[in-house]
Each structure stands twice: as C-alpha cells, then as structure tokens.
C-alpha cells in the first residue's frame, strides 16, 4: 500500500498529513501534546486538507486544552514511596528484596509490594511490574470479552496487550483482531470495558459515524460518562515519540 508523509500547516497548527489508499479523511488529535493528524486519501490535495482542518479548529483547541490540563505522573524510578496506580486505585510502592523468584503482591488498599533478589537494576524491576500489569489485565479481559461479544453478535478471532502511545486500543475489522492498551490496567474497569465494548463495536461498524454512536448508546448507554472517566485519569509519564 503507498503511504506519503507531509506537514502542512493551519492556522499556526502543525498538522502532520499522512495519505493511503483509502476512501474517506480522518482527523485525530492525540496525546500528550494534541498533536493533530490527518489521515487522507491518496488523491487528497494539501488545499482540501487545509479546509478541513479548518472547520474543526475549534475542536481541535478544545482536545488539546485537555490533554495540557490533564495531570501526568511524573517519571517512575521503581522504588518504595512511588505511587502506582492499579484499577483506578493509588497504591503506594513498596520494593522488598529476597532471595526467591520475582513478584508482585498487592497489599490490602493502600500498598503494592515488589519481591525482587537484592542488587535487581531498575530496568528489571519495571520489567517485573510490567510482566504483573500484563497477567493481570490477561485475566480481565476474556469474562468481559465473552459478555459483549454475546451482547453484541460479534466474535474476534484474535485479541492482545501491547503497550500503545496513542490509543487505548484498536480494531482490524478484516481479520477481526482487537489490540487492548496495556495502561488500561492501571484505570477503572469500567473503563477497560468500555474500549472493549468500542472495539466489538467496530467489527459491526468501521467508522466513528451515527451508526456506531448508535450502537455503543444500545448497549452502553453510559459510555460517554466511562470515556470522560478514562480520558481524565492520569497519564503515564513517557517519552512520547511519533
């Protein structure tokens, strides 16, 4: 498939533009900075890109407002004393170190404990939070997915955890595959459920139209009030790079 890659800009906004052989234009703008991109088609010229950012200027500034207003946690050294969130919830980190195989226990309401051998680098150490993260949303996800795929007619062939910078998950509507962020262990599961109700949604319809709207209010009518939830919790610190 031809893929091009430009930038234009509008209006003083930076707009990265990337055309591919598909049929209609889609507008994002995405965290954490509201960086705007444009995915159009082939024979789309930069002119008609222009018109179209322009007319949602004024959404575009409201999404990136609340991605600068959104609080991020601040870079992670995995040590005790770091909070580290888990279900919605703030733990407080505590590292332990032993001699046995590494692992993760959360300790009531308030405490997460790292078992860890004595002299473990802080690489390894996020590696092991990780590995947990993954397990646990690993178990999450199938009662929820067995549920909605019920509610909503529909049947994956395939889904997975991978860590994504900017989307909570995504859908291949031709071989019917799901992707789940793996930060969404970190939210309410509320919030984990409604990306999958959003994903299973897309194996019905492709794009974000009133079909699709009309889907998620018959089954989730609440959605919009998980999506506001998910959208204003506290991001990650990262190195965002695109």
């Not at 690489?123 to 949303?137: K, M, N, S």
Request: some cysteine.
């Amino acid at each position: 498939m031809s893929t091009e890659f430009t930038e234009i800009r509008v209006s003083g906004l930076v707009v990265q533009v990337v055309r591919k052989n598909i049929k209609n234009l889609h507008l994002g703008v995405y965290p954490p900075n509201g960086r705007v991109r444009v995915a159009a088609p082939l024979n789309v010229n930069n002119e008609a890109v222009r018109l179209a950012v322009a007319a949602k200027l004024g959404w575009i500034k409201k999404h990136q407002a609340r991605f600068r207003a959104q609080s991020r946690q601040s870079g992670r050294e995995l040590v005790s004393g770091e909070s580290h969130y888990y279900l919605g919830h703030r733990y407080r980190l505590c590292v332990l170190c032993h001699d046995g195989v590494p692992r993760v226990v959360v300790r009531g309401k308030y405490a997460i404990e790292l078992h860890v051998r004595p002299g473990t680098t802080a690489e390894r150490r996020r590696q092991v939070l990780q590995d947990w993260y993954r397990q646990q949303l690993g178990e999450l996800i199938p009662p929820l997915l067995k549920k909605w795929q019920e509610a909503l007619g529909v049947q994956v062939t395939q889904w997975r955890i991978k860590k994504m910078k900017t989307k909570w998950g995504s859908c291949n509507f031709k071989v019917r595959r799901i992707w789940l962020n793996l930060e969404l262990v970190k939210k309410p599961t509320q919030c984990l459920e409604y990306i999958i109700v959003h994903e299973l949604a897309h194996l019905i319809e492709r794009h974000h139209n009133d079909r699709f709207i009309s889907i998620m209010d018959q089954h989730m009518p609440h959605w919009r009030l998980h999506r506001q939830e998910l959208n204003s919790a506290p991001l990650a610190h990262e190195t965002w790079i695109y």
